[in-house]
């Protein structure tokens, strides 16, 4: 990319919740089916795929803002900001070299 340019990127919305909620063992409502389905395609695909070219950070989708601000960074951007763009699935991040 070039300097002074942006990259937008996404991640499952509340999803920080659910992992939350996945260690405190108190998941049992329906309306938590969605995140658990979601969460389950990073497991099993989203992971693996990432995983398939080395070297890898082995994530899958399943990130808080804190570590993609990490990668980030290390990718040589200079900030990260979540957009305020209101999605029921998804979060929205734009990223700034």
């Not at 099993?44 to 995983?51: D, V």
């Amino acid at each position: 990319m070039r300097p002074q340019s942006e990259l937008s990127d996404t991640d499952i919305r509340d999803r920080d919740e659910f992992i939350n909620r996945l260690l405190n063992d108190a998941i049992s409502t329906c309306g938590e089916a969605l995140e658990q389905f979601l969460y389950g395609f990073s497991i099993l695909h989203c992971l693996p795929a990432g995983m398939a070219d080395q070297p890898s950070a082995a994530t899958g989708t399943v990130m808080r803002p804190g570590i993609l601000n990490s990668y980030a960074m290390q990718a040589g951007f200079s900030r990260m900001e979540i957009l305020p763009i209101e999605n029921f699935f998804f979060r929205f991040y734009r990223l700034w070299r």
